[in-house]
């Protein structure tokens, strides 16, 4: 079973930094895109950023020139550094994941999210 472990979220002073990972694992042919995603309470789960296959990364305008998404190849953790951190950052981050596994003899392609990770900015 495929499987989004994610890490590295807890409490931050504001203008601090964490370093936050989502580790795949399981029955993984190809890992297509990822990204994070971020819940605040009573909010709507939003976007905040993106990297391709290929490498190509976006961000929200929010966290733009703050975090910066990355990983080492299709099948490495994802990380997401976030710098510059505010009161209004703080929420539930989600790792999201496009991914075609392989299993009992077939190919099957979903997203898949991780168990999420808290992340809050308060003095």
């Known amino acids: 079973q495929v499987q989004l472990v994610e890490s590295g979220g807890g409490l931050v002073q504001p203008g601090g930094s964490l370093r936050l990972s989502c580790a795949p694992s399981?029955?993984?042919?190809?890992?297509?895109?990822m990204g994070w995603y971020r819940q605040a309470p009573g909010k709507q789960r939003e976007l905040v950023a993106t990297i391709t296959r290929g490498g190509r990364v976006t961000y929200a305008d929010s966290v733009n020139g703050r975090f910066a998404i990355s990983r080492d190849n299709a099948k490495s953790p994802v990380y997401l550094e976030t710098n510059s951190l505010k009161p209004e950052d703080t929420a539930v981050y989600y790792c999201n994941a496009d991914i075609t596994s392989y299993s009992g003899g077939y190919y099957s392609r979903k997203t898949y999210w991780g168990q999420g990770t808290q992340v809050t900015v308060s003095s």
């Open positions: 399981g029955s993984i042919f190809v890992i297509n895109d």
